[in-house]
């Protein structure tokens, strides 16, 4: 399978800790983005990735948040001191961008849910 | 502020019909916008892509217009078939950010 793919696909913790998430993107592609969802919405824009570089964050994006994408590569979304508002489901998208053009392709998530 | 909007929240049509999906957004100044596909618990399926430079993109049962000018797009689907059944989402780019709407639950009836 050479979709993204994103791991755990399930997450319940408990309030105060700490959880993070992993995603592989499709491997030649150079953009990298994390989205949430609540039920009834639709995806909001946390962050993204051009290679290594984290080039856009949301205001949505709060200081318990981080993310990282150190060699370009997979990516981690580490949330600290969750709580229970936290409880969504996290995407990974990720794309090739070349002579303007864009496609995202995403991943089929992880759940969390904060008790 | 981007807003994007996607009217109606909720779709049930016979088995067969073509039908229309709307999606709306206040600010005309996009990148692209993309129509996605998302079934129960699961990640989005990219359905559709259009360039702010075009005007429309079809694949198989699926046409999609854009009117940036008046900040519309509309998804086609024709001969709806029990395996559409899916919430449908459009989202529009300006630089590095994408908006998505809500989405629109269709249900085709068998």
């Known amino acids: 399978d050479t979709g993204v793919s994103q791991d755990p696909r399930h997450k319940i913790t408990k309030r105060g800790q700490n959880v993070t998430f992993r995603c592989d993107p499709i491997s030649e592609h150079n953009r990298l983005y994390w989205y949430r969802q609540t039920l ?17 964050k949301s205001r949505l994006l709060s200081d318990r948040f981080s993310a990282e994408r150190p060699k ?19 995407l990974c998208a990720s794309s090739l961008e070349q002579d303007g053009k864009e496609t995202q392709y995403f991943g089929p998530g992880t759940r969390l849910l904060v008790l | ?3 994007v909007t996607q009217i109606p929240a909720a779709l049930s049509v016979p088995e067969g019909e073509n039908l229309v999906l709307n999606c709306s957004f206040t600010d005309s ?3 692209n916008l993309q129509w996605f596909r998302q079934d129960p618990g699961k990640g989005l399926t990219s359905l559709l892509l259009i360039q702010s430079s075009q005007r429309e993109q079809t694949s198989g049962r699926l046409n999609a217009s854009l009117d940036k000018s008046s900040g519309r797009s509309t998804l086609y689907i024709a001969a709806s078939q029990p395996g559409d059944s899916a919430t449908y989402l459009c989202a529009v780019r300006r630089d590095d950010k994408i908006i998505f709407g809500k989405g629109t639950r269709l249900h085709i009836l068998p």
């Open chain 2, 29 to 31: 100044a996009i990148y």
């Open chain 1, 72 to 90: 370009g590569s997979f990516s981690t979304l580490e949330i600290q001191r969750t709580e229970q508002g936290d409880s969504a489901m996290y």
């Open chain 1, 40 to 56: 009834g919405q639709g995806p909001e824009f946390l962050t993204y990735f051009q290679n290594e570089a984290q080039l856009e």
């Open chain 2, 1 to 3: 502020k981007q807003e």
